[in-house]
Nanobody
Framework: VQLQASGGGLVQPGGSLRLSCAAS????????MGWYRQAPGKQRELVAT???????NYADSLKGRFTISRDNAKNTVYLQMNSLKPEDTAVYYC??????????WGQGTQVTVSS
């Protein structure tokens, strides 16, 4: 299984970005999908997850600004990020968990929020 993340970049504070992550390869069935992020000098932290039925979970600090969604037909997960702040600067990693409880990671996409 390969995950290809895209959509990162440089954005000004208050701006928006939409990340995408498409899974390909020998995919039997995907259960949860989601995103983590890692800022410089900090531990990786969970951003959001979404189940196969569409149930979502967010880091408390991000509720109301970030929205996770998925397209099961395309095996793709999205992260809409609004009202971005400099502290959102990080490398964002997508992941999927299959029906067999195997976890796969994307390569990471850099998000930089700066004026």
């Amino acid at each position: 299984v390969q995950l290809q993340a895209s959509g990162g970049g440089l954005v000004q504070p208050g701006g928006s970005l939409r990340l995408s992550c498409a899974a390909s390869g020998s995919i039997v069935s995907i259960n949860n999908m989601g995103w983590y992020r890692q800022a410089p000098g900090k531990q990786r932290e969970l951003v959001a997850t979404i189940s196969s039925s569409g149930s979502t979970n967010y880091a408390d600090s991000l509720k109301g600004r970030f929205t996770i969604s998925r397209d099961n037909a395309k095996n793709t997960v999205y992260l809409q990020m609004n009202s971005l702040k400099p502290e959102d600067t990080a490398v964002y990693y997508c992941f999927v968990v299959t029906r067999h409880l195997s976890t796969y990671w994307g390569q990471g996409t850099q998000v930089t929020v700066s004026s």
